[in-house]
């Protein structure tokens, strides 16, 4: 059994900027003032996600399917990143189940806790499980990294 589990740890961290939405697990978070400044939409928890699963493939990561500098990238909704990655992987490995997903997003303003279970259903959904699978905490830098926005993830998974 153990040799057919698979752990994958993804990170992923942006500079916040005015006149962007911030967007997180897809989800657009509607009081914040700054969004995350990036070439695609700047989604952290999605981008560390798919690097998580990317990971536990040893297939590397996010920035070699899709080069920051493609433009057709630009503004890019990162769920459609993750779902394409998830067939690329899942049309190069064997089958394999996702057991659980754990998030982190370190965030100073705002807070965040009103969101956690609309992201968890949007990340369950994509992902094909259900929301008890994904789990979701969110920590300030305690104004160390006022300007950034970070997402670090695990998934655990099987072969089937
Ligand atoms: O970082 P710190 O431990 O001070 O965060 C305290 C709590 O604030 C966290 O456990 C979390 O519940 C909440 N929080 C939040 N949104 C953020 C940051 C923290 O809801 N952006
Ligand atoms: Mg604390």
Redesign the pocket.
């Known amino acids: 059994m153990i040799d057919k589990l698979r752990i994958g740890l993804g990170e992923d961290a942006h500079a916040l900027g005015l006149g962007r939405p911030l967007v997180i697990g897809n989800i657009v978070i509607a009081e914040a003032e700054r969004g995350a400044l990036a070439h695609s939409d700047g989604d952290v928890l999605l981008h560390a996600l798919a690097d998580a699963l990317l990971s536990a493939f040893a297939m590397g990561d996010i920035g070699h399917y899709f080069p920051p500098s493609d433009p057709a990238f630009k503004d890019k909704d990162s769920s459609e990143i993750l779902l394409h990655l998830l067939g690329l992987i899942r049309s190069v490995s064997a089958a394999f189940r996702i057991h659980n997903v754990s998030a982190v ?9 009103k969101y956690r279970d609309l992201i968890r259903e949007r990340v369950a959904a994509l992902l094909g499980i259900e929301p008890a699978q994904v789990g979701l ?6 104004g160390l990294a006022l300007g950034h926005i970070q997402a670090r993830v695990s998934v655990l998974l099987s072969l089937l």
């Open positions: 997003v370190t965030l100073d303003k705002p807070k965040l806790g905490t969110f920590k300030t830098s305690e």
